[in-house]
């Protein structure tokens, strides 16, 4: 099976209603055409770090009360707008002014940074102005199922005009973005497709609207932003790197997760691949056909990682949609026919892109991964949420911490796991697993040294630094350290105990 965190109950994870965000898409006119704002968050940042992003955030109790108290606000999108001025000054230092913007006092900016409840009485006290009527709202979106928490994210925009009377921006004393730059949508894009930079999906998405809008607008951002107002585009693609995008599929997987993610790899205008196409029902199946209409390339094969059910599909129902090949390794073979077995190594040659093959067992025999420029498709060896279980008799404790090794030595640029978000820094990901389970091992053979024979009893100790942990879950891959510390030669079991190897 899949993930679960160590501590989590397993009970079904409710969801709340989305909870609103917003952002803005701050743009200007700068000497080549028009340019974008964006900021580099911070490798702190639990969401996106060291991406590119547009500033925002949260909408607070702060910004409702800003709403109820300030009848400049008052219109569509009031609190959504009172949040994108409240963040401009915190990140940016910034407030909209006429046809541009001006720069707040250092102090009442400090202010904000300290305690965003000082925004309003400081807009109350006239400190920095309070205009919304330029403001359009271009989208929304609600974030994919694959996170923990959904968020409904306005994404609002504001032009200001002349770059030469933009102010500079300066970072002090924010700490969300560690810089920022103004630069032109199609140069941000081809950035991206190169691998250079990293920037989070949803931006990605709408500087594509941008830039086919300015296209058809004369360069006139103006016209553009009013146009993209005007139809409120919805999210189309989710595109995690250039060549991969993702389908989140509800699949019958472990809390907290409940969906796969299917990849569509390749060639954004040539040959692809669908990547786990766990499809179960027909909804899902047409969500799947909708995405492969949309798409510019050409399907070539269906290919699963593994095949652990929250992997695999319905065949005869994938098959009504997809009249391809299907690719795995000799081992997922077993269980769904393959026209194409994957060997470790192999390239695949999928129009302008080449992604590399890797065999990785350990969390199941045969699981392929598929690695680029463009990251690292790691089905069930990392996952954006939760960790990883190993199966005692499927699942391999020591190839899998092997195979880890060699996945980071690689150096992926991103991970898009099986299950939960992309993976926007790897190394550190891939460094918490390998010391995690190597913990954990030390933990189970420092049980049986200290002369714990019993199963249950091994896991309890082993898990002493985890009390939440479910007890079936610990007992479970605590069978899967031992038998992988037997076939080390460190522990040996006779009738049901375990002890010290002689």
Known sequence: MSEVPEGVNLSARARGAPRPTATMTLTRDGPDGVEVLLGLRSPTMRAFPNYWAFPGGGVSRVDHAAVEALPAL????????????????????????????????PDDRQAVVDDKTQWLPLAQAGSFPVERT????????????????????????????DGATVPDIDLEPQTEFTEVMWAKPKTILSRWKAHEIKVAPPVVTLLMEIERTLERTGRDMEAASADIAQRLPGRRSILFAHGVEVIPIKTATLPPADHTNCYL????????????????????????????????????????????????????????????????????ARSVPCDRILTDGEVLELGEQSWQVLITPGHHPGHVCLFSEAGLVAGDMLA????????????????????????????????????????????????????????????????????????????????????????????????????????EGSVMQSNGTWSVAE
């Open 384 to 487: 954006g949420i939760g960790t990883i279980l190993i199966p005692p008799h499927t699942g391999n404790m020591t190839q899998y911490i092997e195979q880890l090794e060699r996945l980071k030595a690689l150096g992926p640029h991103l991970v898009f796991p099986s299950h939960g978000p992309v993976v926007a820094i790897p190394d550190r990901l891939i460094n918490h697993y390998i010391k995690h389970r190597k913990a954990r091992h030390s933990n189970v053979l420092n049980a049986v040294v200290n002369g714990t024979s019993n199963l249950e009893a091994i896991a309890v100790e082993a898990y002493a630094d985890t009390p939440d942990a479910h007890p079936g879950l610990a007992v479970d891959q605590t069978l899967s350290h031992l038998i992988a510390l037997e076939a």
């Open 265 to 332: 790899v390749g060639d954004p205008q040539g040959e692809y691949v669908m990547v786990d196409p766990a499809v179960r029902m027909r909804e899902d199946m047409e969500v799947l056909a909708t995405a492969v209409e949309r798409h510019r390339g050409t399907l070539v094969a269906v290919l699963f990682t593994h095949s652990h059910s929250d992997h695999l599909a319905d065949m005869s129902l994938l098959r009504e949609a997809f009249d391809v090949p299907v690719w795995g390794s000799e081992y997922t």
């Open 134 to 161: 330029r403001i359009r709202t271009l989208s929304h979106r609600i974030t994919p199922p694959f996170g923990p928490v959904q968020f409904d994210n306005a994404f609002l925009h504001l032009h200001l005009g």
């Open 74 to 105: 008052a219109g569509p999108e009031a609190a959504s707008i009172a949040c994108i001025m409240r963040e401009m000054s915190e990140e940016l230092g910034l407030a909209a002014s006429g046809d541009s913007a001006v720069l707040l006092h």
